[in-house]
Nanobody, 124 residues
Framework: AQILVQSGGGSVQAGGSLRVSCAAS????????MGWFREVPGKEREAVAA????????YYSDSVKGRFTISQDNAKKMVYLDMNSVKPEDAAMYYC?????????????????WGQGTQVTVST
């Protein structure tokens, strides 16, 4: 069974907003880091944002800082990525990931669990 289950995403117009969600009910949520990554064909999967569960420390890549917000709902074991002022270059497959507390701000290799991916398409 999938450890991390994603929902949301889809199509959005440039300048608009979109949310992607990640349910981590089967994962030892409370002691770790949850992250969002994105991938486009031919490019490396890149870190977008991450949050340390509990203390709420966050990380954002420079490309999304000020536009995207990662948040947690500890009671529901959910993590969200709210994307605002979306740009065409934000179009990608987005993946939720879970890793140890040391994974904050690190590459995909620091994360051991992945969601199934959800496509975000940006129209102009």
């Amino acid at each position: 069974a999938q450890i991390l289950v994603q929902s949301g995403g889809g199509s959005v117009q440039a300048g608009g907003s979109l949310r992607v969600s990640c349910a981590a009910s089967r994962y030892p949520y409370s002691s770790n880091v949850m992250g969002w990554f994105r991938e486009v064909p031919g490019k490396e999967r890149e870190a977008v944002a991450a949050i340390r569960i509990g203390d709420g420390t966050t990380y954002y890549s420079d490309s999304v800082k000020g536009r995207f917000t990662i948040s947690q709902d500890n009671a529901k074991k959910m993590v969200y990525l709210d994307m605002n002022s979306v740009k065409p270059e934000d179009a990608a497959m987005y993946y939720c990931a879970a890793g140890p507390r040391s994974a904050l701000g690190r590459s995909k290799y620091s994360y051991g669990y992945w969601g199934q991916g959800t496509q975000v398409t940006v129209s102009t």
